[in-house]
């Protein structure tokens, strides 16, 4: 991207404020919990799920239902990173590696929503084609090649819902990574399009991007929006859902 039309880019879109147009929401959501923050180095976040699992059974009592995807987060990069010393394993193996540990942490997911959750969670494409009598549904990866983003565009096309809450590390999408630049700056709103000019063309595993490629081609294609925000703060989280003015990035055509 040439520096000129970048700099177009970041002073259309940056973020200082909370968005100020609320977004409409239907009464059913698709949540993609980054595993970066809800499984730390010292293992799942309790104090965090504990949080999220109350927000959760609160809004189910006012009717909203749930598909909640769950990332792998540290678990699964310790276990990469374990392979790759001890061999030279394939980018496919290593994605296996990344999708059976987000199965792990959606199975603890599960065993806290209790009666209220669908009874298997969801590891492939059309295992589940409707909420039936639950009011929440956990998934983990599907397939290799892409991230969690990508199953919850999947599910979002399938169960019809048009949006995907991504509560992860990243509170906004940023002009640059902020873990390595100072001069990263947060934007508000942003077109799929501009947001492929941001990211690397092509997936690796256990990389750290908002949205991976192909669930944004996806919510390009399909119509989708993304909302990108902090997944450590409810309060925020609650608002989105409220459709209240928020903190975090829209990404939309």
């Known amino acids: 991207m040439q520096n000129q039309n970048k700099s177009q880019l970041i002073s259309q879109h940056l973020a200082s404020k909370p968005n100020n147009q609320p977004i409409n929401q239907p009464d059913s959501f ?86 209220i959750v669908f009874p298997e969670v969801i590891t492939e494409r059309f295992q589940a084609r409707s909420f039936e009598k639950y009011s929440v549904i956990i998934a983990g990866g599907f397939l290799p090649g892409a991230s969690t983003d990508y199953v919850c565009a999947q599910l979002a096309v399938d169960f019809q819902i048009k949006q995907v809450i991504a509560l992860g590390k990243p509170a906004y999408v940023y002009t640059a990574n902020p873990e390595k630049s100072k001069k990263a700056k947060p934007i508000k709103n942003m077109t799929w399009g501009d947001y492929f000019k941001l990211i690397p063309k092509e997936w690796n595993p256990g990389a750290k991007i908002p949205i991976d490629q192909k669930a944004a081609q996806l919510a390009k294609e399909r119509g989708l929006s993304f909302v990108v925000a902090n997944g450590k703060s409810m309060a925020n989280f609650r608002k989105i859902l409220e459709n209240q003015p928020f903190k975090g990035t829209l990404l939309e055509n």
């Open 30 to 115: 698709v949540v993609d919990l980054g595993g970066s923050v809800a499984i730390t180095e010292k293992g799942p976040d309790v104090t965090l799920l504990k949080k999220f699992y109350k927000e959760i059974i609160f809004q189910v009592k006012k009717g909203k239902k749930f598909i909640i995807v769950i990332g792998g987060g540290n678990l699964a990069r310790v276990y990469q990173k374990m392979a790759k010393k001890i061999s030279q394993p394939s980018l496919e193996s290593l994605d296996w590696v990344g999708i059976k540990s987000t199965h792990l942490n959606a199975e603890l997911l599960k065993a806290c929503f209790a009666d």
